[in-house]
């Protein structure tokens, strides 16, 4: 069958498929995370890897997708919010424990890959990938490749400043990495819930009122479209990608793909943009089926 495996290593789900050479799910598998348990972490991946290797009688290559990445200068995870796997030798760990070469990657750069594959970014030649959620993330791939960077940090532009702010924007609320206006606080669901001033309310909750015609709502998601559109402005200036792939819980909102191209060009520096806006076609399992393709 020539399988490869893909495992998502979340917070609370591990999960993990094992997909053929065209793209179609073989296998998979979603168990709850050993939460604050790294031993565990591990033991859990290689019990879903045996899993596969039993059901399939092969031993396919592995992918992992982590939240953070791999410090390519000490080889420990920086920068996950799951915040047992920071300082820990995850990489080298898997391997040992999987008797292979793993390859691993931050998530957002799985989505990414795995749009860039065979999903709305399929045969585009720079795809910038963007997670709406309880965080905002971003990643680049570039050829059918993930660019990692010298720092494992390309495409974390959710920690830059919200671009070209006005008075109500200034300084913006506290992020959770030390600074304050980080795009991640006003994109974020709960971006969302502060633009309507309630938290009591899902993103969800407010996208659907506004597509009810709910005042408050609607000028809630008109004041988080704009902040969309003059931030993908500064990534259409500086990597001019041919795709922007959304995914993640805010991606379902179906206004976006109107408006932000609607709005985005007030920021971008040239005179047409052709840069397409796109939801993510696999949705919340591109995570997964990405981690599957970094093995090439
Ligand atoms: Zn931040």
């Known amino acids: 069958m020539s399988l490869r495996i893909g495992v998502d290593l979340g917070g609370t789900k591990i999960e993990a498929v094992a997909i053929a050479a065209d793209g179609a799910e073989r296998f998979r598998r979603r168990i709850d995370a050993p ?10 991946i290689v019990s879903l890897v045996r899993e596969i290797e039993r059901f399939s009688g092969e031993r396919p290559p592995v992918g992992v997708g982590i939240p953070g990445v791999i410090s390519p200068a000490t080889g420990v995870v920086k920068n996950a919010n799951s915040t047992w796997l920071n300082g820990r030798p995850l990489h080298a760990d898997l391997e ?4 292979r070469p793993v390859r691993l990657a931050n998530d957002a750069n799985c989505f990414t890959l795995s749009e860039a594959t065979d999903g709305a970014g399929a045969g585009a030649q720079v795809v910038f990938g963007v997670i709406l959620g309880t965080g905002t993330g971003g ?11 010298a720092n494992a940090i390309a495409g974390e532009w959710g920690h830059n400043p919200l671009p070209w702010p006005d008075a109500s924007e200034l300084p913006g609320a506290p992020c959770y990495c030390g600074r304050r206006g980080c795009i991640e606080t006003f994109l974020s669901g709960a971006g969302l819930q502060a633009a309507r001033g309630r938290s009591d309310l899902t993103a969800r909750e407010i996208a659907d009122a506004a597509g009810q015609s709910d005042p408050a709502a609607m000028a809630a998601l008109e004041t988080y479209t704009k902040r969309l559109a003059k931030s993908l402005a ?16 805010l991606s379902n909102i179906a206004s976006l793909y109107t408006q932000v191209p609607r709005l985005w060009s007030a920021w971008i520096f040239s005179d047409r943009v052709d840069t397409r806006l796109a939801r993510a076609r696999h949705g919340d399992a591109s995570g997964v089926r990405g981690a599957a393709w970094l093995n090439p």
């Not at 500064?234 to 819980?249: A, S």
């Open 35 to 44: 939460r604050g348990d790294y031993a565990a972490s591990i033991a859990a």
């Open 234 to 249: 500064t990534i259409v200036n500086t990597i001019d990608p041919d795709v922007i792939v959304l995914g993640g819980g």
């Open 139 to 149: 990643g680049i791939v570039v050829g059918g490749r993930v660019l990692a960077g």
């Open 96 to 99: 040992r424990a999987l008797e």
